[in-house]
């Protein structure tokens, strides 16, 4: 039987992950959206939709979706009548509701297999077992200084440079902990540079990781990059040409020469332990290190406090999360 697992493609901002979502929507069998908003927060309101088991709440589950102005619905142009009435017609999980409109998107495409992209991601995967229990996770990993070169260059980010080394730290130590605590069959890492270099030979790789057969279409992503990537849009300009080398390194004409410091200060142990080479450059200053060390304990401190309080929650939900629409899925239910 052919996989109708989820995907979910995950990484550092800027790391590469919308090619590797044009990569994946360009397999016969999967399909990858835009980026859409509505599976964390509609995780953390869950309360509010109440019991899914009464039909009127998956309603409001399936109203939230369609026509909250924050979940960006329209960027997946599906019906949403239909949709409404398809979840309330589904399994009453929030993760069948997510799911369904999930697998809406594939279908338009006469596909029959979803994945997801969202690099934040990296942050909520055990939020997304929950939601997917047999979720598979696709990690990109990039050269932590391009990350960070890419990332003070787009016109949405608004934190500063020492914001942007943590934020890709986190990335990189978050990937560590999933590596250990999920199946082998469930998580899977990969290189930009790699996968660049060598897009036939990775993307085998992973299609092997996935259960599916490689597509040589998946080398030629720009294919799909005007249907899958809203106009809007124009960081992601990259996507709409060849795979290309020219972006690997290219921090070292991006970076001031105190930014190269600070990345290869704070990111050294993470850098050398990914396969990427130091410069050299001289060690960054103490109040720069300190300014790291202070934006990773904000950071830290806000995803502890959350992650408390959505522990705690768990014991009062008003039905259960996890979908039950894929094989596994609704074998995993069975044994219970």
Not at 128 to 145: K, Y
Not at 250 to 260: C, V
Not at 312 to 322: G, I, L, Q, T
Request: aromatic content about 10%.
């Amino acid at each position: 039987m052919q996989s109708d697992r989820p995907i979910f493609v995950i990484g550092c901002p800027r790391s590469g992950t919308t090619m590797l979502q044009l990569m994946l929507h360009s397999h016969p069998r999967i399909a990858v959206p835009p980026e859409t908003r509505f599976v964390v927060p509609g995780y953390y309101r869950r309360f509010s939709f109440g019991d899914l088991g009464e039909e009127r709440n998956r309603r409001r589950v399936g109203r939230w979706i369609v026509s909250d102005k924050d979940t960006k619905f329209k960027e997946l142009k599906l019906d949403g009548d239909k949709l409404i009435d398809d979840i309330v017609a589904g399994p009453p999980t929030l993760g069948s509701a997510m799911g369904i409109t999930f697998r809406s998107y594939a279908e338009q495409y006469g596909k029959s297999r979803w994945g997801d992209k969202r690099p934040s991601y990296y942050h909520h995967v055990d939020l997304l077992t929950r939601l997917f229990p047999d979720a598979q996770f696709v990690h990109l990993i990039r050269d932590g200084r391009d990350c960070v070169a890419s990332l003070k260059e787009m016109p949405w980010y608004t934190k500063d440079v020492f914001h942007a080394a943590v934020n890709w730290s986190e990335a990189i130590d978050y990937g560590r902990r999933h590596a250990k605590r999920l199946p082998a069959d469930s998580y899977y890492e990969l290189r930009y540079e790699d996968l660049t270099a060598y897009p036939e030979t990775e993307l085998s790789k992973l299609c092997d990781f996935l259960g599916e057969d490689y597509d040589p279409a998946m080398t030629e992503p720009y294919h799909v990059a005007r249907v899958a990537i809203p106009q809007h849009k124009v960081w992601h300009s990259n996507t709409h040409g060849d795979v290309t080398t020219a972006r690997a390194g290219s921090w070292k004409a991006r970076l001031e020469p105190w930014e190269i410091s600070v990345c290869e200060t704070v990111l050294a142990d993470r850098l050398i332990a990914n396969g990427y080479e130091l410069s050299g450059a001289p060690k960054a200053s103490k109040a720069h290190v300190e300014a790291c060390a202070k934006a990773a304990s904000k950071r830290r401190w806000a995803r502890r406090r959350k992650e408390f309080r959505d522990r705690v929650n768990r014991f009062r939900e008003p039905s259960p999360v996890a979908a039950r629409l894929t094989s596994r899925q609704l074998g995993e239910l069975a044994k219970v």
